[in-house]
């Protein structure tokens, strides 16, 4: 484990890695799996008014399968993954057994995005993935960019937080400076579906959140 509570200090990319990969890891395991998630009905509520239902979509940063489940279920069909845990990819085909045959690329997604043909995936998503991203990795930004052919959506912190696995981007910057559009940045809260509770997957850390919307320039389309 590599995980310590109150570390300031960049761990090494590859250190990241190992924790990220582990079959636990603290932090970004959950115990259980919703059938239905209010979580990633915020992703829905975002993007239902831009796209149709055969949009293709990727996750990076999958985990288990909670939000391409919930998408799945909600009819967009086109879905896949990128997650850096074998692990979890494999509950993921246990847990939803309508994602048996959902691609899902197994690595670090700075490496297995850079397989994507520019323009061909029509959204990109992350949620609470990208205050992961190392600082050597920092490029994963503009290969989002290039690989978008309509839209990304980030929900992440929005003032970003510093550890030794966490680092503060500034998810408005980095894409811009990437070449996408900014759109807008709404409160997690706000896009909630149900009462902000616990029994609804609310916690009192995710007022730090918010979901930041891009388009991709026309003239990369």
């Known amino acids: 484990m590599y995980w310590k509570a109150g ?109 994507y043909d520019s323009n061909s995936v029509d959204v990109i998503f992350t949620m609470s993935v990208l205050e992961h991203v190392h600082p050597d990795s920092r490029f994963l930004f503009t290969e989002i960019a290039r690989v978008a052919r309509k839209y990304a959506l980030a929900i992440e912190p929005r003032q970003g937080k510093r550890s030794h696995m966490q680092y503060p981007w500034d998810i408005k910057n980095e894409f811009t400076a990437a070449g996408l559009t900014y759109i807008d940045a709404k409160p997690w809260s706000v896009l909630w579906a149900g009462e902000l509770t616990p029994e609804n997957e609310w916690h009192e850390e995710m007022n730090a959140y918010d979901s930041f919307l891009f388009k991709v320039n026309s003239a990369g389309c």
Do not use: F
């Open 7 to 115: 570390r300031s200090e960049i761990v090494p990319l590859l250190q990241l890695y190992d924790y990220l990969s582990q079959e636990r890891p603290m932090g970004q395991h959950s115990p259980t799996v919703p059938r239905w998630s209010s979580r990633t009905q915020t992703i829905i509520n975002t993007l239902s008014p831009l796209i149709t239902k055969g949009y293709s979509i990727l996750e990076i940063g999958c985990n288990a399968g909670r939000n391409l489940n919930h998408l799945w279920q909600a009819g967009y069909k086109n879905v896949r993954g990128m997650e850096i845990s074998e692990h979890a990819v494999k509950r993921l085909r246990i847990e939803y057994p309508c994602l048996v045959m959902t691609p899902v690329d197994i690595g670090p997604a700075e490496l297995s995005i850079q397989k």
